[in-house]
């Protein structure tokens, strides 16, 4: 009984560190600004990857939006603020609409160098974002 107490507390104290390492890349938060989308988010260790913005929130089994629905897809070079979150705004604009949004991070590893070698791409939740004519 008593090895069973401590297993379940050992799982409770480690589920918040799971939680987190798994809620990375973390989109905060999304605005539209003269057609650009902007974007703050967190990436932990992740390397920055790209911004999907999509008229359908609809994803794929690797939780980036589907192909056909993605409206912009750049990749990022976010600027990092004090808070340690990063920010991004697009360099291309959209018409005025509702759209989607998601960030990926790059999980970098001593095989992987992004542009020569495939790095995993997580993907954030997404947000929904209005742009205005």
């Known amino acids: ?3 069973r107490a401590g297993v379940a507390v050992l799982a409770a104290a480690l589920l918040p560190t799971l939680s987190a390492a798994a809620a990375l890349p973390n989109l905060r938060a999304v605005s539209s600004h003269d057609r650009h989308v902007v974007a703050l988010f967190a990436l932990g260790d992740l390397a920055p990857g790209e911004i999907a913005v999509a ?7 690797d939780g980036a939006f589907r192909p056909a629905n993605v409206k912009l897809r750049e990749w990022m070079a ?3 603020l004090q ?9 291309n604009t ?3 609409g509702v759209y989607y949004v998601e960030v990926s991070g790059l999980v970098t590893q001593t095989d992987c160098k992004p542009g020569i070698h495939p790095c995993r ?5 997404m947000r929904r974002v209005i742009v205005q004519p």
Not at 55 to 61: E, V
Not at 121 to 125: L, P, V
Request: aromatic letters at 10%.
């Open 78 to 80: 976010p600027r990092q």
């Open 55 to 61: 008229s359908d929130p609809r994803t794929g089994p």
């Open 94 to 96: 959209l018409r005025p």
């Open 83 to 91: 808070s340690g979150f990063a920010r991004w705004r697009t360099r």
């Open 1 to 3: 009984m008593a090895r």
């Open 121 to 125: 791409e997580d993907w954030s939740g």
